[in-house]
T-cell receptor
Framework: DAGVIQSPRHEVTEMGQEVTLRCKPISGHNSLFWYRQTMMRGLELLIYFNNNVPIDDSGMPEDRFSAKMPNASFSTLKIQPSEPRDSAVYFC????????????FGEGSWLTVV | SQKIEQNSEALNIQEGKTATLTCNYTNYSPAYLQWYRQDPGRGPVFLLLIRENEKEKRKERLKVTFDTTLKQSLFHITASQPADSATYLCAQFGNEKLTFGTGTRLTIIP
């Protein structure tokens, strides 16, 4: 299995631009998670989906952030408009059954907003 | 709200010695704790899971303990090797979420 696949691996964008991060979970996994990692705050859960339905988005920082999962094999995290404080590593992860099972992480999308 | 803390930001250990990392949680006891390893530029990788009714779990040179009285989990690497150098994250399961500590950066010195 190829594991969780994220794109792009690195993104540098200007403040105010729209950023879209993409994720393909492991085939057969029905839960998908978006995490953000920074030096100051560590790894924070932004949102998670179960069977393509958003279950908990309480970690989404503000309305500029949105996430979708149109089908079982694809999810996006969008930031519009982006700000320098959004600079972080964004991880997508998947599991067989919510957080009760082992979570498998992708390699992350490194976002820099200048 | 429930918090999980890893007291040491960084830890240096001589090769061959046992490295011990600490994870503390507040308030209620989580159903289980997980430990992950993260290498620079990579995503976290699952290592071990220990449930609240388990005192100890082992996997090769790794050992995890769960003390609900102290509200603490200890992660041990015996016979440490330079290849064990990485950041280690503990995570607690609660409210259908996995919440991570900030991690301990472990360096094994040859």
């Amino acid at each position: 299995d190829a594991g969780v696949i994220q794109s792009p691996r690195h993104e540098v964008t200007e403040m105010g631009q729209e950023v879209t991060l993409r994720c393909k979970p492991i085939s057969g996994h029905n839960s998908l998670f978006w995490y953000r990692q920074t030096m100051m705050r560590g790894l924070e859960l932004l949102i998670y989906f179960n069977n393509n339905v958003p279950i908990d988005d309480s970690g989404m920082p503000e309305d500029r952030f949105s996430a979708k999962m149109p089908n079982a094999s694809f999810s996006t995290l969008k930031i519009q408009p982006s700000e320098p404080r959004d600079s972080a590593v964004y991880f997508c992860a998947s599991s067989l059954f919510r957080a009760r099972d082992t979570i498998y992480f992708g390699e992350g999308s490194w976002l820099t907003v200048v | 709200s429930q918090k999980i803390e890893q007291n040491s930001e960084a830890l240096n250990i001589q090769e061959g010695k046992t490295a011990t990392l600490t994870c503390n949680y507040t308030n209620y006891s989580p159903a289980y704790l997980q430990w992950y390893r993260q290498d620079p530029g990579r995503g976290p990788v699952f290592l071990l899971l220990i449930r609240e009714n388990e005192k100890e779990k082992r996997k090769e040179r790794l050992k995890v303990t769960f003390d609900t009285t102290l509200k603490q989990s200890l992660f041990h690497i015996t016979a440490s090797q330079p290849a064990d150098s990485a950041t280690y994250l503990c995570a607690q399961f609660g409210n259908e979420k996995l919440t991570f500590g900030t991690g301990t950066r472990l360096t094994i010195i040859p």
